[in-house]
């Protein structure tokens, strides 16, 4: 498992907000980063990532409450993004938004049982992929309890 700072916090202050990026390729991990940026969008603080490589990994990082999005890759191996997100959306309490991940598009149906929040196919388009990140960035967002 690895962190990876992207910069400081946002300019108005705002600290950045945690992607989590589950592949067993990290090729595909690579590929995640470098197509969300920094930023995904103009209005959003910078992120964080934190790789993960195993679905363990990915169960004890969402048990510390403190990812605001998960990338998760349908192909990972030995336990597939899909049901690490099916798993998850089960199990963790207040569990963080899913993006999936998926290399056929007939695997759609599959998103859907896994009850994804939002989905991209292989071979990745950046842009789609900013565009659905940065979304459920937001919604992660708006749905947070403002701090007194």
Known sequence: MSISPSGPAAADGEAPMKVLVYSDDAD???????????RPAADLPRV??????????????LDE??????VV???AQPAGGLGVCRQAKDEVYDCPPFVAIIARRDDGWLATWSRADAVVSQPLDPMALA???????RRRRAARLPVR
Do not use: K
């Open 73 to 75: 890759d349908a192909e």
């Open 65 to 70: 409450g403190d990812i605001d999005v998960a």
């Open 48 to 61: 964080e990532y934190v790789e993960v490589a195993t679905q363990p990994a990915v169960v004890a990082r």
């Open 131 to 137: 565009e659905a990140v940065a979304d459920q960035l």
């Open 28 to 38: 595909t991990r690579a590929q995640v980063r470098m197509a969300i940026g920094r």
